[in-house]
Structure formats: C-alpha cells, structure tokens
C-alpha cells in the first residue's frame, strides 16, 4: 500500500482529474473537487482498510464529492448548462474511436467527428445515476470495480451501465 499521501497523489491525482472532468464538463470544477477529494482522503487515510484497491476508494469519494456537489448546486438553482453548439470537448468523456482500415473520406470524417461529439454530450446530459456508471465503464474500469465504488452488487454495476447504454442510445437515435 502507498503509506503517504504525496505518493497517492503523485500516482492518481490525474486519473481522478479526469474522472471528474468527465463528470462535471467543467475543468474548474475538476480542479476543485480533485483537491477536494485529496483533503478527504488526507484525513480520512487512517480508515483505508485496504478491502478494495486504492483508486477504487479514491473514485469513490471523488464521486462523492462531484454528487455532494450537484446537490448543493440543486439546492441552490444554480444549474450548469452545456452549450450544444461550443461544448467544453476537453472534459467530456473520451469515448474511444475505432477507425475501419478503408479509407474515409473528409465528409466521413466530419459526420463520425459529429457523432462523436453528440455522443459525449448526451453522456453529460444523463442523471448521475447513469452517467457515473457509464463513464467509469468507459475509463476501463471492470463491473467489479464499478460495483465497488459505487457500493453496489456487481449485478446491480451491470445492470446500471446497461440501463445508461440504452439511454444513450435513445438519445442519439435521432441523430444517426
């Protein structure tokens, strides 16, 4: 186990960076929570029972931390809202392109570019419910540890990036 926390930082702080830009569309907002999640692991390091991995229980509370957030900004009225027409590309999901070995042509690649871009932006519209989920799914992480951050059954990690799958694509029927 990594004993202090400059060494846990050093190891994830980018990954929880990118967890919570994901999450939030909003690269301020990642920085904060990001600091925010490393004071709570500071404090709370002491309790780490090392009955998951480490970055499991770093995405954990950084998802914590981004939902305490969606709620106090709920609370409040304070909606974040993303422009469909200039959104914040840099923290929406990176959703991997697969590129067929032919040949495309520009138009190809301006309409699969749309698509794609359409596609991260419908994952930041879903609830977190689904979103958090889904894009833990799409970092690569396995249903196990989808399950753990999210305190759930594994059955239930599945079934949730299951339920956000099928929401995205009803979401981005329209556009294909």
Known sequence: ?????????????????????????????????TQETFIKAYKKLSTFRE?????????RIATNCWKNKVRYNRRRGIFQTVSLDNPPD?????????K?????????????AEIQRRVQI?????????????????KNMTYEE????LKCRVGTAKSLVSRAKEKLKEKIMPYL
């Open 122 to 138: 419908e994952i930041h519209s879903l609830s977190p419910k689904y979103k958090i989920p889904l894009t833990l799914h799409i």
């Open 51 to 59: 009955e998951s991995e480490i970055f499991t229980w770093l995405h």
């Open 146 to 149: 989808i399950a753990e951050v």
């Open 1 to 33: 186990m990594l004993n202090n926390i400059e060494e846990i930082i050093d190891k994830y702080e980018k990954r929880i960076f990118n967890l919570l830009c994901s999450l939030s569309g909003n690269i301020e907002e990642a920085k904060d929570l």
């Open 90 to 98: 840099e923290c929406l999901p990176v959703i991997s392109q697969v």
């Open 100 to 112: 067929d070995e032919k040949i495309t042509s520009p138009e190809q690649d301006v309409i699969q």
